[in-house]
């Protein structure tokens, strides 16, 4: 969930209804894709005029 009055990206496991990981080092993250055969989620951080890419992986949810 991209938090852009936040500027954090919140990464949700919806199965159990709790939040597992927060991304703080954007600014204003507002579209995202995952993509699993990548294990990457790219995040579009208006803030910096770029994309920012970061990776998570299944077993503990954290970017790198």
Do not use: C, W
């Not at 927060?22 to 993509?35: E, G, L, N, Q």
């Amino acid at each position: 969930m991209a938090g852009e009055d936040n500027s954090v990206v919140e990464i949700l496991d919806l199965g159990a209804g709790k939040l597992v990981h927060t991304i703080t080092d954007v600014k204003a993250p507002h579209s995202m894709v995952y993509r699993a055969d990548l294990k990457k989620l790219f995040v579009v951080d208006a803030g910096r005029e770029r994309s920012k890419f970061t990776t998570l992986t299944p077993t503990n949810g954290q970017g790198a």
